[in-house]
């Protein structure tokens, strides 16, 4: 006998995990609550709750139906908001376009993906102008604009984002369908080959909401994120829902405020005026704020922030607490929709030294419930929990995408023996804390041995002159490769030569053990800046072709 | 062209909604944390999740396999929770007994529920041995004792708890199945004819484990619960898997206290000896709380509670303030896992005074995220939100129960027109906050008109002399029904003739306007005691016989 299936009454009305149910309660418990763009524009809950009604309106009057792709290509704004629910909610898809793509993989993507519909902003227009005529599927076009000038282009659109909610009605019935339905999709930026679309479902972006709040209000007693926090995204909503945040906090009503474009001025002028109390971004963000002329001139003590993306550097995360700023290091990646991991403190870590209070921030923590994480060796088993040994990350939870978009062979390479694998390197330790240090493609290989990248660029990172760093392997004959590091000098110190003494800074941690004799990298070149990727990480695949011998 | 369903990976593992995986992380984030039997037992969770696989091994080395239902009846412990793991996660069904109903309601509820296997406190035996002979389904009975001594008792036991653990393996393989399967099942008292079984699903439980911490975590930044809390519960575990809260706090790794019996007392003793700082109970251990001698010589600032069940009145709210015990109204039921609304303050409500913010504490509250919440007139349209007037109220959310177990009629009264209709009446006000005027079935109808019970026993909770009260119809040949009220004075009133006093209290309610003059009670009766239900609440049923003219 299997397990009994509960009886279903046949009056029974079964409530799937759909968006709109995120939505809802939003409306009772806080309806004059801000979201706020900019300078820009601020409204309430209650406006919110009509405008996205007028758009799936304006969105089924232009045709958009179920199953149909809806393209956005905007800086992040109540806009995108909008689209975030309005799109999923009538039962379409949306695609939140990668705009740091190049023309040519932008096509790519609206091709892939079968966009019906392109909502695009006038400044963008430069990336959609090249390429307008390659398009195959999309039947219109909508302009966003934020002035009344009509910008000089060749394309033809079918309407306006602000005249076609303004006509529309403001009361949409959103229907119920199966929670398993597909809610978004969009693009890793794939560091070979074409962009690779990750897909999510109703189902698990609600579960993913609840996983969020798991991992932000419920554990750390010292600093737990409430409906009182005012919140601000500072990882770009085409990317992985600016990590599904926006869901969490119009679920629990709270005040948002979407920057836009990412100047350190403005970010900062609206932290402080606006009261912003959470963010999230890449490590280069916080890099760009805490060598901002004005950082010091702002009180950022109430300012929690979730790193993520890449590693925290050690010297960064100093930084930042040198700045007052709370930072928390979480672990996640596009196919996981994000959240694997919050760095937490456990209970009994408060009493600990700040030191070892930052060599806990600065792992990248512990997986919330719900979430499996497993390091495999290359054969597939799973390594010992010591804090040393390493292996590939593999995870599983309710909220990972279930595969690559139309592409078999990449969906299975991605899930393989029940898991998915997520291409980086990390230990775990006797507490239970993750660590990354490297991708596995990053994995500098040295004479059959294997170097961490991130342990080297953490060295070298809290040298007092050290701004940025980037170790990567370079071909060597007799090696295979050899580890090189690559510097960004603090403005104070960019005249003077100091690859030397860097470089001994590594024999000194040899010299201590804290690395091995084949780790000391064989150059430390100091150069004016670092490629990085269009989401702000570390392009190492650029650099290793910059820096061969 | 419908809604497009995730296109799923040939390899992709799907993560279903299951019991085992909200347990796994606790390992992980506090396995040293404590899990605690009033003053008789203390234990790990890394000891929790050992023995929850070793009573699984003991259940299947009895031959329990899936889809069977194993019943237990005990005292709230960690006995019961390990229960409230093991068997889920086996795959069978939990049948928590409600050990407050008569013998021969037992005897049709395990017959109903056709266990498989029972455990039984050796103090529970007085209920289980009149109807040992008439038990049609259960093949083996394990005996749970706190003493070496064995019970004298003519039933015959097929093990041991304790003695069943020591030998079984400390290592299980809990199975994967369907999210859906029926993962427990437990009887309401029922008000009229036999109990009535409701039962749960895995995603269900998983569901409303994340709604009850969106309700207890997200909301109210005065007073946040996390993982720091140290939870006990008082409420029955029987009931309504003691809310539900034993999953939530076993998720976040939470201290947990088992209180077993409720004395006041051992409660007051666990509160301030393991710094509880987190429960949950029915108004009427508060009202044996603070009329408790030992009361005023105890700090119990740090304590939040939770009240449900029945509503809250407002005298004893006051004088739970008074004893700095912060309260906070919720509202659910048997049928609906059972959360559904919590009184938080809303932000703006923080600077109301005392008066004010009581007011909005003794109503039911907001709905939290993932519930609907409506009131409906007898046609089934939606009322007002006017906070005056009443309507049944209805409600959806993704953890609801399906029907009552093997009844379709039942069932389709329960679940109609996509509601499930919980009899009870209530308003909802412009703010959105549910207050529960009533049962359906205890509303005094009088003259055509409608009476609250829980408005006239609000007005007299408020009267010094009063300690409790219960206001019920009884039959008037004239008007159908007429309200009569019925008060337990506190002790130093006692020997006072108050009743006209007591009347008087309503006329001058009405006087100023707020009650109609058919509400004044036609006599106000002072009695010692009120009758209550097997898990605390008025019986109103019990007392319209009583009292009936």
């Given amino acids: 006998m299997g397990v009994k299936l509960i009886e279903k009454c046949e009056s029974a009305y079964t409530?799937?995990?759909?968006?709109?149910?995120?939505?809802?309660?939003?409306?009772?418990?806080?309806?004059?609550?801000?979201?706020?763009y900019r300078d820009q524009m601020r409204y309430t809950y209650r406006d919110f709750h009509i405008r996205v009604a007028k758009l799936a309106n304006a969105l089924a009057g232009l045709g958009v139906k179920e199953g149909d792709t809806v393209a956005v290509m905007d800086f992040d704004s109540h806009r995108y908001l909008e689209c975030y629910f309005a799109v999923p909610m009538m039962g379409a898809i949306l695609h939140t376009v990668h705009i740091r793509l190049s023309p040519e993989q932008i096509l790519y993507t609206i091709n892939h993906a079968e966009d019906d519909v392109i909502l695009v902003n006038s400044e963008l227009l430069?990336?959609?102008?090249?390429?307008?005529?390659?398009?195959?599927?999309?039947?219109k076009i909508i302009l966003i604009k934020e002035t009344d000038q009509n910008p000089e282009t060749a394309i033809q659109f079918d309407g306006i984002y602000e005249e076609l909610l303004k006509d529309a009605s403001d009361s949409f019935d959103f229907p119920d369908f199966d929670e398993n339905a597909r809610a978004t999709?969009?693009?890793?930026?794939?560091?070979?080959?074409?962009?690779?679309?990750?897909?999510?479902?109703?189902?698990?972006?609600?579960?993913?909401?609840?996983?969020?709040?798991?991992?932000?209000?419920?554990?750390?007693?010292?600093?737990?994120?409430?409906?009182?926090?005012?919140?601000?995204?500072?990882?770009?909503?085409?990317?992985?829902?600016?990590?599904?945040?926006?869901?969490l906090f119009t679920m629990l009503g709270n005040k948002q405020i979407y920057p836009g474009r990412y100047e350190p001025e403005m970010i900062l002028k609206l932290v402080m005026g606006e009261k912003?109390?959470?963010?999230?971004?890449?490590?280069?963000?916080?890099?760009?704020?805490?060598?901002?002329?004005?950082?010091?001139k702002v009180d950022l003590s109430n300012w929690k922030v979730v790193i993520g993306g890449s590693a925290l550097p050690r010297g960064l995360c100093k930084a930042a607490t040198n700045a007052k700023i709370n930072l928390y290091s979480a672990y996640g990646m596009s196919e996981t929709c994000p959240l694997l991991t919050v760095a937490h403190l456990k209970p009994h870590m408060y009493e600990w030294d700040e030191e070892k209070q930052i060599d806990i921030r600065c792992k990248t923590g512990l997986p919330i419930p719900m979430v499996d994480i497993e390091i495999i060796d290359p054969l597939g088993n799973p390594v010992a929990h010591d804090g040393v040994q390493t292996g590939e990350v593999v995870a599983r939870s309710p909220w990972l995408t279930q595969g690559y978009l139309h592409n078999q062979e990449k969906s299975e390479e991605l899930w393989?023996?029940?898991?998915?694998?997520?291409?980086?390197?990390?230990?775990?330790?006797?507490?239970?804390?993750l660590k990354i240090t490297d991708r596995l493609k990053d994995v500098i290989k040295t004479g059959g041995e294997w170097i961490s990248s991130?342990?080297?660029?953490?060295?070298?990172?809290?040298?007092?002159?050290?701004?940025?760093?980037?170790?990567?392997?370079?071909?060597?004959?007799?090696?295979?490769?050899?580890?090189?590091?690559?510097?960004?000098?603090?403005?104070?110190?960019?005249?003077?030569?100091?690859?030397?003494?860097?470089?001994?800074?590594?024999?000194?941690?040899?010299?201590?053990?804290?690395?091995?004799?084949?780790?000391?990298?064989?150059?430390?070149?100091?150069?004016?800046?670092?490629?990085?990727?269009?989401?702000?990480?570390?392009?190492?695949?650029?650099?290793?072709?910059?820096?061969?011998?």
Same sequence: chains 1, 2.
Wanted: hydrophobic fraction near 40%; aromatic fraction near 8%; glycine fraction near 6%.
């Fill in 276 to 296: 912003v109390t959470f963010s999230h971004c890449v490590p280069t963000i916080i890099h760009m704020l805490v060598n901002s002329p004005v950082i010091n």
């Fill in 416 to 433: 393989f023996d029940g898991w998915l694998h997520t291409g980086d390197v990390g230990s775990i330790d006797a507490e239970g804390y």
């Fill in 15 to 36: 409530y799937p995990l759909l968006i709109k149910n995120l939505l809802k309660n939003s409306l009772i418990r806080s309806p004059d609550q801000e979201i706020i």
């Fill in 126 to 139: 430069p990336l959609l102008e090249p390429i307008k005529d390659k398009i195959e599927t999309v039947k």
């Fill in 185 to 247: 999709t969009f693009y890793t930026s794939g560091t070979t080959g074409n962009p690779k679309g990750v897909y999510f479902s109703h189902r698990q972006l609600v579960l993913h909401t609840y996983g969020l709040m798991t991992g932000l209000c419920a554990f750390d007693s010292q600093a737990v994120m409430t409906s009182a926090d005012v919140y601000m995204p500072l990882t770009p909503m085409f990317h992985v829902h600016a990590w599904g945040m926006p869901y």
């Fill in 454 to 549: 991130l342990t080297l660029e953490d060295i070298i990172s809290q040298h007092p002159a050290v701004s940025e760093s980037a170790a990567i392997g370079v071909p060597d004959e007799k090696w295979g490769e050899r580890p090189i590091v690559l510097v960004v000098l603090k403005d104070e110190f960019k005249e003077k030569d100091l690859e030397d003494e860097l470089k001994k800074v590594f024999m000194e941690e040899y010299e201590k053990g804290n690395i091995p004799k084949y780790g000391v990298p064989d150059r430390v070149i100091s150069v004016d800046s670092i490629a990085k990727t269009g989401v702000g990480k570390l392009d190492k695949k650029v650099l290793r072709v910059q820096y061969a011998k």
